[in-house]
């Protein structure tokens, strides 16, 4: 058996960045959720509109991501 050392290089190197861009992007919806109650309690009531669009608009791109990987190990 021969292993192919460039390309389980380059399947962690795509992982690796795949699962910290990820990571980022739940972040920043995380905290645009909370900068959505910060604005709430301090009486701004739209100015958490766009922080609220913004931290959904992150949680789907996350959901999109994790549909698109179960779609490539069934498919």
Do not use: H, N
Not at 2 to 11: M, Q, Y
Not at 30 to 43: P, Y
């Amino acid at each position: 058996m021969k292993i192919d050392w460039a390309a389980l290089g380059s399947v962690f190197g795509v992982s690796l960045v795949v699962t910290v861009a990820l990571v980022g992007v739940f972040t920043l919806g995380i905290v645009g959720l909370s900068k959505q109650e910060q604005a709430r309690t301090a009486g701004g009531g739209t100015a958490a509109l766009p922080a609220r669009v913004g931290a959904y608009a992150c949680f789907a791109l996350c959901a999109a991501a994790v549909a698109y990987g179960i779609y490539l190990i069934v498919v």
